[in-house]
């Protein structure tokens, strides 16, 4: 199977590079930002992607936006350092076909993920699983508690944009963003930025002044032995 791998550390794609070697998969491209990602897709048509989903310049959620349309789109196994609401919300709206995460991924479980969805299995981690549990338990989650305009705007708010910007990028006006703000505040019982902020962080919405994740343990004893 053709793969391309979209991953920003050049370590994880080393060993993503090399499990696919070992499992008989031919890496016909790898690119360490979104930039180029649906475009290189769409004219190499991989049977497998490996995508990391917060990458530079365009995100990987934008990227699996662009690929619906595709008559043969790749499986897609997201490999990620964050597993929270807002992943796999829109995860699950994306169909992929696995999910890995990169905090508590041993190697075993990257060899086990990319040879599942090879085959076109699926392979979602525990920590997504729970995260999906739970989810689907909550009778407050937040979709169904904002529209898809709010959640755009409580996103924007926790990447730290004014009103001003806010109103630019969705050709709105200030008072209307005000107003969606306080909307908002009201439906998830929070107050004031401070809350909207918690909020959106704690659940996923931005990755503003996160730290990256730090390299397993495992990947880095890999490169080490060989």
Known sequence: ??????????????????????????????????????????????????????????????????????????????????????????????????????????????????????????????????YQAARHADPDRFEKLLTAREQMILQLVGDRRADSEIAAQLGISERTVEWHRSKIEHRLNVEGNKGLDSFARSHGFTRAVVEPPAVTPEIMSTRKST
Not at 42 to 68: R, T
Not at 88 to 111: C, I
């Open 1 to 130: 199977m053709t793969v391309i791998i979209v991953e920003d550390e050049e370590l994880v794609r080393e060993l993503l590079r090399r499990i696919c070697t070992q499992l008989g998969h031919t890496v016909v491209g790898e690119l360490a930002s979104g930039r180029r990602a649906a475009d290189v897709i769409k004219e190499l048509c991989p049977g497998l992607l490996l995508l990391d989903l917060h990458i530079e310049e365009v995100s990987g959620f934008e990227i699996l936006e662009a690929l619906q349309d595709l008559p043969s789109p790749p499986r897609v196994l997201v490999i990620s350092g964050y597993c929270d609401d807002f992943t796999v919300y829109h995860l699950e709206r994306a169909h992929v076909k696995g999910f890995l995460h990169k905090r508590s991924a041993s190697l075993p479980d990257y060899r086990h993920a990319i040879g599942a969805v090879g085959r076109g299995e699926s392979y979602f981690c525990a920590e997504f699983r729970n």
